[in-house]
């Protein structure tokens, strides 16, 4: 079974500038989650889709960070402008959840690492 | 607001050796305890999942196991080997939205 799929690996670019990051889940997995690594922490959830609609997106600075999953599959993550602090690499996970919490495993992508000038 | 604190940050132990890595969170009500393993420049991989129910699991040399009412969790790795040298993360997950909270990770050096 493919895994998720993240594009792209890398980006570098200046504060102030926009980027966006794209993310394919598991085939059938229902629910998909951005994360934010910055080095040396764990990741920190920023927002959470269950099919295409946002369960939770406490997290997520609004004032220049947009997600959106068109159709409840692909994802793409928004930085607009980007800041010296969003450098980091931008996790997506994807789980089936089947219904039940207690047993929901979240599959990871490799990453996108941001770096930002 | 849950924490989840890991210790060690790091530890290097030499191949062979049996090792206790250690997680503990503030919120006891939580779905589960996961833990995953990270190498650098990938994403995580899902290692084991403990229910708020059970008391361990356990996967080949892996065995994780999970005290809610003290908060506290601990994977061991028997017969370590250089082929496990990587980061290890646990994350609760919270009753009420199933946010995953993460520790800061453990890194773990296996020398040969």
């Known amino acids: 079974e493919a895994g998720v799929a993240q594009s792209p690996r890398y980006k570098i670019i200046e504060k102030r500038q926009s980027v966006a990051f794209w993310c394919n889940p598991i085939s059938g997995h229902a629910t998909l989650y951005w994360y934010q690594q910055i080095l040396g922490q764990g990741p920190k959830l920023l927002i959470q889709?269950?099919?295409?609609?946002?369960?939770?997106d406490s997290q997520l600075p609004k004032d220049r960070f947009s997600a959106e999953r068109l159709k409840g599959v692909d994802s793409t993550l928004k930085i607009q402008p980007a800041k010296l602090e969003d450098s980091a690499v931008y996790l997506c996970a994807s789980s089936y959840m089947a219904g039940s919490f207690s047993t929901d495993t979240q599959y990871f992508g490799p990453g996108t690492r941001l770096t930002v000038l | 607001k849950q924490e989840v604190t890991q210790i060690p940050a790091a530890l290097s132990v030499p191949e062979g050796e049996n090792l206790v890595l250690n997680c503990s969170f503030t919120?006891?009500?939580?779905?589960?305890l996961q833990w995953f393993r990270q190498d650098p420049g990938k994403g995580l991989t899902s290692l084991l999942l403990i229910q708020s129910s059970q008391r361990e699991q356990t996967s080949g040399r892996l065995n994780a196991s999970l005290d809610k009412s003290s908060g506290r969790s601990t994977l061991y790795i028997a017969a370590s080997q250089p082929g496990d040298s990587a980061t290890y993360l646990c994350a609760a997950a919270g009753a009420g939205s199933y946010q995953l909270t993460f520790g800061k990770g453990t890194k773990l050096s296996v020398i040969p």
């Open positions: 919120d006891s009500a939580i779905y589960n």
């Open positions: 889709f269950q099919n295409n609609g946002v369960v939770d």
